[in-house]
Nanobody, 114 residues
Framework: QVQLVESGGGLVQPGGSLRLSCAAS????????MGWYRQAPGKQRELVAYITSGGSTNYADSVKGRFTISRANAKKTVYLQMNSLKSEDTAVYYC????????WGQGTQVTVSL
């Protein structure tokens, strides 16, 4: 069983920045593909970004050029740096870990508002 604990969410004004962190308990963390998903009220959960064990990354079109995903294997942590935030980025952000099984964190709220 892998536990994922997200942190770093909060309230930020449009144009601002936040950095989300996800700490994993996985002993083989470096082998996992790690991702961030989000779910806004009334909408389906969607992929934001992921990073493979080899460091390859992929982003949703809506966040390209604004968000950066990274990982620190020694710390068993994945990050999501979010810049130039928009109101439409408001959502609960979930950390995701995939290897042989898929695991989810409990989510952290990000609210972009004046």
């Amino acid at each position: 069983q892998v536990q994922l604990v997200e942190s770093g969410g909060g309230l930020v004004q449009p144009g601002g920045s936040l950095r989300l962190s996800c700490a994993a308990s996985a002993s083989l963390f470096s082998l996992y593909t790690m991702g961030w998903y989000r779910q806004a009220p009334g909408k389906q959960r969607e992929l934001v970004a992921y990073i493979t064990s080899g460091g390859s990354t992929n982003y949703a079109d809506s966040v390209k050029g604004r968000f950066t995903i990274s990982r620190a294997n020694a710390k068993k942590t994945v990050y999501l740096q979010m810049n130039s935030l928009k109101s439409e980025d408001t959502a609960v952000y979930y950390c995701n870990a995939q290897y042989t099984i898929v695991y989810w964190g409990q989510g952290t709220q990000v609210t972009v508002s004046l």
